[in-house]
């Protein structure tokens, strides 16, 4: 998939409202990669244009190597999207409206049949499978999304907010899930989510979006780097230490020295971690402390 230069506004009352600025970037064929930003940062409206839902108004979208504003439906036979908030018919069952879904797919007969009941099956709805879906509760509802974006077998899956609504047990079976479709299926997956640890876990690359723009594109890895957010060491001693061999050692980012403590921020690797502590030769080291960044620092920054 490839973005070039999209833009996109929408009129709200009488004022125009700029929603995305030239967005440019690619996203490689089986890869996991998530749009990350603070709400109103234009990550859905950017995943709607993805998935052909709505039209840029300016930029050109390339889908699994077709022209996304000229060959729309045969792009949306190979794709398919599970959103933070579905909405099904509400007076049909769950089977119903999987088997209604599948239909609009193309499926049909013993394929139908069999995808509707993989689905419910992967997402453990066989209980609800005879349920109307306006009696689920909002987790339910969102395991129907989920099973229904799997039913055409996807070359890439559309997932925003996947694990919105669920608890902690079934968000955690159903990033399990998504890295096994991925895996076994060898498909694109691209997600938004406001879950850190879920993002940092999931995903292959993140793109950060603040106001309609890209402000950071990356792995996690690289974009903790580029900001850096690192390992955060405190080591606590006894003796005399020289800070300047400290500063000098590669991958090292930050140093302050305090009475008996020195904080340092590190690009971790072994290598680095060994070298800082080869650097309190001559002294006495009574308490080391590391502390880990995650994601969660990359959006905080970032978000500033």
């Known amino acids: 998939m490839r973005a070039e230069k999209i833009c996109k506004s929408f009129r709200r009352l009488f004022k125009e409202k700029m929603i995305l600025f030239d967005i440019s970037l ?3 064929e089986g890869e996991v990669f998530g749009i990350l930003g603070p709400n109103g940062a234009g990550k ?8 052909t839902l709505i039209r840029p108004d300016k930029g050109s979208l390339e889908v699994l190597g077709r022209d996304a504003l000229r060959d729309t439906h045969a792009i949306r036979e190979r794709i398919n999207i599970s959103s933070g908030n579905p909405n099904f018919p509400w007076s049909l069952t769950v089977r119903e409206n999987l088997r209604h879904s599948a239909m609009l797919y193309g499926l049909y007969g013993r394929r139908l049949y069999r995808s509707v009941d993989d689905a419910i099956s992967a997402f453990e709805l066989g209980p609800q499978s005879d349920a109307k879906f306006e009696t689920l509760s909002t987790g339910q509802k969102q395991r129907v999304s989920l099973a229904k974006s799997i039913l055409n077998r996807p070359q890439i899956l559309f997932l925003d907010e996947p694990t919105s609504g669920l608890d902690p047990e079934m968000a955690m079976k159903t990033r399990d899930l998504i890295k096994k479709i991925y895996q076994e299926e060898e498909i694109t997956v691209v997600l938004t989510t406001h879950y850190m640890p879920e993002a940092e876990e999931l995903c292959d ?3 950060f979006l ?3 723009r890209l402000a950071a594109l990356g792995t996690p890895k690289e974009l903790k780097r580029a900001l850096q957010i690192g390992h955060r060491i405190t080591i606590e001693y006894q003796g005399v230490i020289d800070p300047v061999r ?9 140093v302050r020295e305090l009475s008996g403590r020195v904080e340092m921020v590190f690009d971790h690797s072994g290598r680095t971690f060994s070298t800082i502590i080869k650097a309190f030769d001559g002294a006495d080291i009574l308490d080391i402390e590391i502390e880990q960044p995650d994601l969660e620092d990359v959006f905080l920054e970032l978000a500033r």
């Open 246 to 254: 400290l500063r000098i050692i590669p991958g090292v980012m930050e």
């Open 210 to 212: 603040r106001e309609g």
């Open 205 to 207: 690359r993140i793109a």
């Open 26 to 28: 690619s996203i490689e």
């Open 44 to 51: 859905t409206t950017l995943m709607s244009i993805f998935s």
